[in-house]
């Protein structure tokens, strides 16, 4: 069997069972090991090569975990040659660990639920240079946008917007398409989750979770760029006022 390269989502499980054990590798025979590797033969990413016995097997999650180990700055010994996603895993970790443990875990209750199991791929949910998020991972994006893209999401949003008496607008550069297109515009918005998945969780999207953006805003939003994945409404308004 041709080797899979692990893929973001996937070391972002490990290393946070790798922290969590003191940045210690696991063996093959540990129960978190065990569990770790049936988890990741479930994972809707590599349906073809899941079917080999071997892949993601305890053995090569246990090898991974040592790649990782030896990657963190304070390895005294030699390390080995995990790659530089995984250089990449270690160091946003030791930088934001709590955002990224949130992010596995995250991550472990959506698949727990199945709910990303439900969310089909989408081109967003990579960057534009083809890597995943920073920080969400390709399935937590994935989930994002599948949720965002729920037209009857969408539309209890607008509801709820017009029983406040507000405009139907972006919330980040105001523009309003109905009063640039007329009656062709009325009613056209998007909605973006305020909070990424990774902090909220992936339990049920609450219409007070969502912000209407037109579409550029949105894009802007999602953008994976300068290490950052996600942005709040609030944050690329800011972003906005520096460049105005």
Same mark, same amino acid.
């Given at each position: 069997?041709?080797?899979?390269?692990?893929?973001?989502?996937?070391?972002?499980?490990?290393?946070?069972?790798?922290?969590?054990?003191?940045?210690?590798?696991?063996?093959?025979?540990?129960?978190?090991?065990?569990?770790?590797?049936?988890?990741?033969?479930?994972?809707?990413l590599h349906e073809a090569a899941a079917v080999d016995l071997r892949f993601r097997s305890p053995s090569s999650?246990?090898?991974?975990?040592?790649?990782?180990?030896?990657?963190?700055? $304070?390895? /005294?010994?030699?390390?080995?040659? &995990?790659?530089?996603? =995984? +250089?990449?895993?270690?160091?946003?970790? %030791?930088?934001?660990?709590?955002?990224?443990?949130?992010?596995?875990?995250?991550?472990?209750?959506?698949?727990?639920?199945?709910?990303?199991h439900r969310a089909p791929a989408h081109p967003d949910e990579v960057g534009e240079d083809?890597?995943?998020?920073?920080?969400?991972?390709?399935?937590?994006?994935?989930?994002?946008?599948?949720?965002?893209?729920?037209?009857?999401?969408?539309?209890?949003?607008?509801?709820?917007?017009?029983?406040?008496?507000?405009?139907?607008?972006?919330?980040?550069?105001?523009?309003?398409?109905?009063?640039?297109?007329?009656?062709?515009?009325?009613?056209?918005?998007?909605?973006? $989750?305020? /909070?990424?998945?990774?902090?909220? &969780?992936?339990?049920? =999207? +609450?219409?007070?979770?969502?912000?209407? %953006?037109?579409?550029?805003?949105?894009?802007?939003?999602?953008?994976?760029?300068?290490?950052?994945?996600?942005?709040?409404?609030?944050?690329?308004?800011?972003?906005?006022?520096?460049?105005?």
């Amino acid at each position: 069997m041709a080797q899979v390269p692990w893929v973001r989502d996937e070391l972002m499980l490990a290393c946070a069972l790798v922290m969590e054990n003191d940045w210690r590798e696991l063996r093959q025979s540990d129960l978190r090991v065990l569990e770790l590797s049936d988890l990741l033969r479930s994972l809707p990413l590599h349906e073809a090569a899941a079917v080999d016995l071997r892949f993601r097997s305890p053995s090569s999650v246990s090898r991974k975990t040592t790649d990782i180990a030896t990657a963190h700055p $304070h390895h /005294t010994g030699s390390a080995t040659k &995990g790659g530089r996603p =995984t +250089r990449e895993i270690v160091a946003d970790f %030791l930088e934001h660990p709590a955002e990224m443990l949130a992010a596995a875990q995250a991550l472990r209750a959506g698949i727990a639920s199945g709910e990303l199991h439900r969310a089909p791929a989408h081109p967003d949910e990579v960057g534009e240079d083809g890597e995943p998020s920073a920080q969400e991972g390709r399935l937590l994006i994935r989930l994002a946008l599948h949720r965002e893209r729920d037209r009857g999401l969408r539309d209890r949003k607008i509801r709820q917007i017009r029983r406040l008496n507000q405009p139907i607008r972006c919330e980040v550069c105001t523009f309003d398409f109905a009063a640039t297109y007329g009656p062709l515009g009325a009613d056209y918005i998007e909605v973006h $989750h305020v /909070t990424p998945l990774h902090v909220s &969780g992936p339990g049920e =999207t +609450r219409l007070e979770d969502l912000a209407l %953006l037109c579409a550029n805003c949105h894009r802007m939003c999602h953008r994976n760029y300068a290490g950052k994945a996600w942005r709040t409404p609030s944050s690329l308004r800011e972003e906005m006022r520096t460049v105005t």
